[in-house]
């Protein structure tokens, strides 16, 4: 693997520089938003008197770069912020939202990546066929629909009309009580195991299933048509045809030489697709009511709760960074001419 | 050395299937490969040579098309089934132009030798790794576990090309058939692997079937010449016979055309107009309409190859009165 010793530190303080930004960014375009957040922190009946006192306490009344600094020096002491709605720490609030949020994105990328590669592997040995057609049909339509619009109509269609899986919400609060079901990653799929409680698993993984298959479907449709592309490429490639002489048998061709040379780039690709499933995950909590940083996130942006607002910006722009990271080592694992 | 043909090639027609239409590639070839000859296909790029060496070496393109036989060591080639198939890949080797895309570049040069030894001699990975080193040697490359160990964008054009020897003589082919293997290279390493080769033929016994553009190469290579034009085999000879003394206007064009070191000219001679389309190619000689023997009257019908001597034919309408 040619990865250089400074590579991984040299990234490392590059993310923390974008993430600064993104701090700093997010924390003046809250301020500059002609909003009035003490009327939310004093209450709906507050005073004149209570008012000027909530500004003071929320330093509303110091020019936004003296703001800033106050909020840099708390964010490293690892103080995001009380949040404005729930009037507790926003770390607190975010590090409870997060495994949830989690919990969804990677079903929905491991989905993506299991489904959405073989699906287009098989599309580009069948190539120009029918069955290549469909799926190539299937994947344009699902790249190009928007997540919100397909989850309100599976959530009506299979969960309200059909009622096939449950329309809404990590787990069944009822089999929660029953069966004595305590959190303790947050990842209640992971909980559930540990705790061998296979009713919560069970019902954790129903619930599981829609909002991840939606938010999967743009994933796993990019997956599935760049992988079938760059399939079909790296077969008309010349290597095939000499490794086909020398006598290599086909399956060996395909499954170990074409299909690595064409799933690299697509492990790149599906890696930046993390930052607009990530903006889908926050449309898909809302609608199936999920208890992660997009409901967070949403509900913080309705009652303008400024410190949740810039923790979530901030969380993401980690884990933004965090993926592309991990996606480039990855990729130069896989593929020896990437020198980092 | 010599002993009775190992391959022949009898009428064979290739047809490409491209959205652009059927592209005639190699029409009614006819080619007779002596055991232990080394013989050399010469023509012009587009001119089927490529497309022949590779209906040979059973790895056509999926969209391509082959009519006629070639018949190996008594067996007809193209009539075998897929499975059957397999097993004489590799049988009938090759080494290709640009040793840049031979190898895949996700895998180490020993992956590669490894595999094709592992399914050709079911033998274990170790053993294969033995092998891998001792083939390498055998194409002189000097540190051969570090080659092992190389991706292909860590060695040379020349070295590549070294590898790829190595991994088409991996298979124990009888029969090699090398598609312009030195174009891609600096002329310092192509003398050398055309040294090689001839070293490797020798030692080995195989039969050269030696595809390229360059006369200087095919005289140095190969006894035996067969010259392309546009899809058809127009003329074919002992080496020395075809160069000295061409039979076909094309071919003595085309020995004309070679650049001289040692005698200046005024001008490099060249051929005239271009390459028939072979979508649709002429019925008659595909040279007639560059040829400056071609009259107003001239007979339109398909082109008969004539016997001109001992293991010399030529299809060209000017020797057909010769002996008909």
Known sequence: MPISRGYVAKRLMLSALVILGVLAIAFIMTRIIPARPEFLWAGPHATEEQLKMAREKLRLDRPIYIQLCYYLIDFFRGDWGISWRTRLPVLNDLLTALPATLELVIAAFLLASIVGIPLGIYSALNYGGLRDQVIKFVTVLGASTPVFWIALVLQTALGVWAGILPAGKRVDDYLVYVTGFKPITGFYIIDSLIQGNIPVFLDVLKRLLLPAFVLSIYPLSLSARMSRSLMIEVLNENFIRSLEVWGVPQREILFKYALRNAIAPVIASLGLSFGYTLVGAFMVELIFVWPGLGYYAGMALLSYDYPAVIGVVVLVAIFYSAINLVVDLVHAWLDPRVRL | ?324
């Open chain 2, 1 to 324: 050395m010599s002993g009775g043909s190992l391959l022949k090639v009898l009428g064979l027609t290739i047809n490409y299937y491209t959205l652009e239409g059927v592209v005639k590639a190699v029409r009614n070839a006819s080619l007779c490969v002596n055991r232990g000859e080394s013989i050399c296909i010469v023509g012009e790029s587009g001119s089927g040579k490529s497309t022949l060496g590779l209906a040979i070496s059973l790895s056509l393109p999926r969209n391509a098309v082959a009519e006629g036989s070639i018949i190996y060591e008594g067996v007809d080639l193209l009539k075998l089934n897929p499975l059957e198939r397999q097993k004489y890949r590799g049988e009938i080797s090759m080494v290709f132009q640009d040793p840049a895309t031979t190898f895949s570049p996700l895998f180490t040069i020993g992956e590669h030798l490894i595999d094709i030894l592992r399914h050709r001699f079911r033998v274990s990975r170790d053993e294969a790794v033995v092998r891998a080193r001792e083939l390498l040697r055998k194409v002189q490359l000097p540190d051969q576990d570090r080659v092992l160990r190389a991706y292909p964008h860590e060695l040379s054009g020349g070295m590549l090309q070294r590898a790829a020897i190595a991994a088409a003589l991996a298979t124990d082919p009888k029969v090699l058939v090398a598609d312009e293997p030195t174009t891609m290279l600096d002329v310092t390493t192509q003398s050398q692997i055309l040294e090689l080769i001839k070293v490797l033929k020798r030692e080995l016994d195989l039969t050269l079937l030696f595809i390229t553009h360059n006369l200087g190469i095919a005289s140095e290579v190969c006894n035996r010449t067969a010259v392309m034009y546009a899809g058809v085999i127009v003329e074919e000879g002992s080496t020395d016979e075809v160069l000295l003394n061409p039979l076909h206007p094309y071919t003595a064009k085309l020995v004309k055309a070679v650049p001289s070191l040692t005698k200046r000219r005024e001008r490099l001679s060249h051929i005239p107009g271009m390459l028939p389309d072979l979508r649709n190619p002429p019925a008659g000689c595909p040279f007639a309409e560059r040829c400056e023997f071609t009259t107003h009257y001239f007979d339109y019908s398909p082109v008969k190859h004539v016997e001109a001597g001992p293991g010399r034919r030529v299809a060209c309408i000017l020797y057909s009165g010769v002996k008909a």
